[in-house]
């Protein structure tokens, strides 16, 4: 029987019907999916004010960006702003349909299905630009159909509500570029050290390419690998007409990053970290993170990376001429939160006149300890607290000739006990010397009687007038440094000096800015009045003494022709050893022990281990300032000035009065009015104002009482 038209009606509407109820059927399972899932999706409204957090930028003194505070590094960037090749880098790589499609590329999906079916699993996304968006706002990153189909829902509304340029400048300023940084401007700055609008060809591709697999394909660590998906990237704009053969193997042949920009975990994280822990006080945790503020700080970066690598290799130097059992070679530097049992050191410059901090280390890798030796650390100063005791006598009415015996002393201390103090070489005493002698030799007997004369709570007010409140007792001792300061307000004090007898106090932000440009705060120089200007001169002047001719000659070297003073200091068994030295402009002081306070051996004295490095240190600083070039060695920036009253007198060098003759006469500098009358008198050398008058070989000097270190 055969198969009539009738027939073949009823069964086509037999199956129409069929095919129409599966249809109805899945649109009703479509329904009810959208129906049941749109409860979980964000409203328009906030999609529209959808905030993504912006971190702060912080950048050096020359304007550079060199480090962001954020839980997700990110700076805005603008459609308008960006390079055309960087958006066709994109589309022509994740999603070459995009002005086609409404948010889902069916075709795309449609692939991906029957390629996940064939493998058993979800390895094929074909999410478009907008799903990826849409996951990134306000999805997880896991493959589950349930994301997907709240993926594709969300594209549908995403692209009914917003043009194509909006999605792709949102699409930019929220997808993951590696190495904790998030938009393209920020990655721009991040790897090539521009903004995204100044990105050429090879760079937006390689941007683009990063979009796959962030960590994997990071220019940084991945070079090899960020190569090749940055040329297929290339092959994909050449096949979609984006560019041309020419800018193709052009393109194909750059380098991968012209100039390695700043990484993570430098030197400058010391300072970084410093200046965090101040900015969250004032601004709170969420501003400092979210707010996109602008901080504009005093750092020298370059200054930075150099002291850095100058400290490391002296140290290193030092470590293995000592054998010592651990040194910093032993450890990588990538090692995170140890012990550093390695001899360690730490570095802070700064200007003289504005108080702005130029470098700080505070140790040597900040890796391996994020302590800030420079901030937190109390050491004891050693010879470097001298200069502040002899600004005491000079305002006693000390001068560069008064002369004291250097001779054994006793000191019958309060408890009962005796104290012997020696000098730097235990056996040896100098006899009659002159203040300027003294300071430049670090004579230690010396300034033990200058201090019973001048009294220590004379000492201790003048400590506290050069900032170093530390709490502690004062007593015959503190002359040779045994009370613990910290080394931020030691190396600060210095700059008394060369600022004419004002104290800076140490600035390490200039401005700080909000998202839209208002400037919330802006840097003031501090200062504090610690003595008048012939006083802090006099005290210049002689420590140019210990530059030149004493125990920091060796700061002197390295080309440091310039004008320089400065103090070493040693402690007790060589636990602790500095030098802090300076010129007009900039004040530069190196501390070095190790953290447990163990001795680092016979002769590690200030001037042996740090004054070397800090004439590299401070010679770069002023080059640095100097635009590159270093001044001439009769520069007057960097020379002293020289008060009106202050006046020049030919003395005789040994016995501190006026000199007969000009063979042995030597030029000392005075505050008029004070320089000696006679040129030898019955006591035989320039004791006033001293007690030791006609002092015996053995003087027993009684310790009357303690006094407080000011705080």
């Known amino acids: 029987m055969g198969f009539s038209m009738d027939d073949f009606r009823r069964y086509f509407k037999k199956y129409l019907l069929i095919e129409a109820c599966v249809v109805m059927f899945i649109i009703g399972i479509i329904i009810g999916i959208l129906w049941y899932y749109s409860d979980e999706l964000p409203p328009v409204t906030e999609m529209r004010n959808y905030h993504m957090a912006q971190g702060s930028e912080v950048y050096d003194r020359y304007g550079r960006l060199i480090h962001m505070f954020a839980f997700e590094k990110r700076t805005m960037a603008f459609y308008q702003e960006l390079p055309p090749y960087l958006v066709d880098a994109l589309i022509a790589t994740e999603d070459s349909n995009f002005y086609e499609h409404f948010g889902v590329d069916i075709k795309g999906t449609a692939r991906a299905f029957f390629v996940n079916i064939k493998r058993g699993g979800f390895s094929q996304g074909a999410s478009t630009i907008t799903q990826q968006l849409a996951r990134a706002l306000f999805l997880t990153q896991n493959k589950q159909i349930t994301r997907k189909i709240k993926e594709a829902m969300l594209a549908l509304i995403i692209e009914k ?24 401007e920020t990655a721009a700055k991040h790897y090539f050290k521009k903004s995204a609008s100044e990105l050429s060809l090879p760079e937006a591709a390689t941007l683009a390419g990063i979009i796959q697999i962030p960590n994997y394909l990071n220019p940084i660590k991945h070079p090899e690998r960020a190569i090749k998906r940055r040329n297929l990237v290339l092959k994909r704009m050449l096949e979609e007409d984006k560019i041309n053969q020419t800018q193709y193997i052009n393109a194909k042949n750059a380098p991968l990053i012209q100039e390695r920009a700043p990484v993570k975990n430098d030197p400058a994280d010391y300072f970084i970290e410093h200046i965090r822990l101040q900015l969250e006080r004032k601004y709170g945790t969420q501003m400092l993170f979210e707010g996109g503020l602008k901080i504009y700080t005093t750092l020298d970066y370059d200054l930075t990376q150099y002291a850095d690598s100058v400290m490391n290799e002296y140290l290193s130097i030092r470590e293995n001429a000592r054998d010592y059992p651990n040194k910093y070679s032993d450890y990588s530097p990538t090692e995170n939160d140890i012990k550093t049992p390695y001899l360690q050191g730490g570095m802070l410059s700064m200007e003289a006149e504005t108080g702005e901090v130029l470098a700080m280390l505070g140790g040597r890798n900040h890796n391996h300890s994020k302590f800030n030796r420079m901030i937190h650390a109390r050491r004891s100063p050693g010879s470097s607290i001298k200069p502040i005791l002899y600004t005491a006598a000079v305002e006693k009415g000390y001068t560069p000739a008064t002369v004291i015996q250097d001779a054994p002393t006793v000191v019958h201390l309060l408890s009962g006990e005796e104290w012997r103090p020696h000098n730097y070489r235990r056996d040896r005493y100098y006899g009659y010397v002159t203040m300027r002698e003294a300071l430049a030799n670090s004579h230690n007997i010396w300034a033990v009687r200058a201090l019973y004369d001048v009294g220590a709570a004379n ?62 705060e802006e840097m003031e120089v501090r200062k504090e009045e610690v003595c008048n200007p012939e006083v802090a001169y006099l005290m210049t002047n002689m420590m140019e003494s210990v530059v030149n001719e004493g125990s920091g000659w060796m700061a002197k070297l390295n080309g440091m022709d310039l004008p320089a003073a ?106 008029d009015g004070t320089e000696p009358k006679v040129f030898l008198d019955s006591l035989m050398y320039n004791f006033y104002p001293t007690h030791y008058k006609m002092c015996a070989d053995s003087v027993t000097v009684l310790e009357e009482k303690s006094v407080r270190w000011y705080n």
């Open 161 to 184: 509500n917003f043009s194509k340029s909006e999605i792709i400048e949102m699409y930019f300023n929220k997808i993951y570029f590696g190495g904790g940084v998030y938009g393209v």
């Open 566 to 671: 400065g103090k070493t200091g040693t402690t007790d068994n060589y636990k602790d050893a500095w030098f802090i030295g300076f010129n007009k402009k900039i004040v530069t002081g190196i501390w070095v022990g190790f953290d447990s306070n163990i001795s680092m051996g016979d002769r590690m004295s200030g001037g042996v281990v740090c004054a070397p490095p800090w004439s590299k240190i401070q010679l770069k600083a002023i080059i640095n300032q100097n635009h590159g070039v270093k001044p001439k060695k009769n520069d007057s920036r960097y020379r002293f000035v020289v008060p009106e009253n202050i006046v020049k007198v030919p003395i005789n060098p040994v016995t501190g009065f006026l000199a007969f003759n000009e063979e042995n006469a030597k030029d000392e500098v005075f505050i």
């Open 459 to 520: 000492f201790a007010q003048m400590a506290y007038r050069f900032g170093l409140t530390t709490g502690k007792h004062a007593n015959m001792s503190s002359a040779l440094g045994t009370t613990e300061v910290k080394p931020i307000n030691l190396i600060s004090s210095y700059t008394t000096f060369p600022n004419n007898g004002w104290r800076v106090i140490p600035q390490f932000i200039l401005k700080v800015e909000d998202k839209d440009g208002k400037v919330l």
